[in-house]
């Protein structure tokens, strides 16, 4: 089992990677990893434009060749026409996870009726864990507090890292397992 913990941050946003406004989405991703994780874990960031093939090329090199555990993108996720996130998602992940979009979209409802506009969805690469957050940088903790308890067991289940929660912020759900005889 590897020790160096790496996730990907990814913010899709055609005007923060052009340089017209600062990226927030990023740095709310870092924040709140910062915050629930106990491991000690080096953040992989990348901000690029809404472009499905550089969105899946990125995703490919950090799951790849980054060697990311965990890889959290940030922005369109929307029906705008350059909206296209969780198709360059869907062109890379080997097992499709469609329960981290439902219960996002779930709890999200309960904060904003736009929330069944974002068609945010994760899935499995290789030993990387790929989860869409909505752009906007409100989005990033009400959706993360939903599917961060999960997050370390699917990760000890695709073979990566021990990934280590604060119990005082956030308690990770391990299911007791019998031991392989
Ligand atoms: N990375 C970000 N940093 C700061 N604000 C953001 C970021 N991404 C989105 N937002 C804000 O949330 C709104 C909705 O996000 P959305 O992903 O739909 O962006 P967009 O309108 O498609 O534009 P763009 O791709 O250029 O960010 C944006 O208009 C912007 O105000
Ligand atoms: N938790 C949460 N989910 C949210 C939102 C939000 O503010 N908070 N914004 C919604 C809106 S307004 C849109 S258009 C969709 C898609 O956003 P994206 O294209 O920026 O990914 O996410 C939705 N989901």
């Not at 990023?26 to 990348?46: C, F, M, Q």
């Not at 929660?165 to 759900?173: I, K």
Request: hydrophobic share 40%; with cysteine; glycine share 8%.
């Amino acid at each position: 089992m590897s020790t160096d913990i790496r996730i990907g941050i990814v913010t899709v946003s055609d005007r923060a990677s052009a340089g017209i406004y600062a990226d927030e989405g990023g740095p709310a991703i870092r924040d709140y990893l910062d915050k629930v994780l106990a491991s000690l874990w080096h953040p992989v960031i990348r901000v690029i434009p809404d472009d499905r093939k550089i969105i899946a090329d990125t995703l490919v090199e950090l799951a790849d060749r980054e060697g990311c555990c965990l890889i959290v993108t940030t922005g369109g996720t929307g029906p705008a026409p350059r909206d296209v996130t969780p198709e360059a998602t869907e062109d890379v992940v080997e097992k499709p996870m469609p329960g981290f979009g439902e219960l996002m979209r779930q709890v999200s409802l309960t904060k904003v009726p736009t929330a069944i506009l974002s068609r945010q969805t994760a899935g499995i690469r290789g030993k990387a864990l790929i989860v869409n957050l909505p752009g906007r940088p409100r989005a990033i903790a009400e959706c993360l507090d939903a599917v961060m308890p999960a997050i370390p067991y699917c990760i000890d289940l695709i073979e990566g890292p021990y990934l280590e929660t604060d119990p005082a912020v956030l308690v990770a759900f391990r299911p007791a397992t019998k031991p392989k005889t």
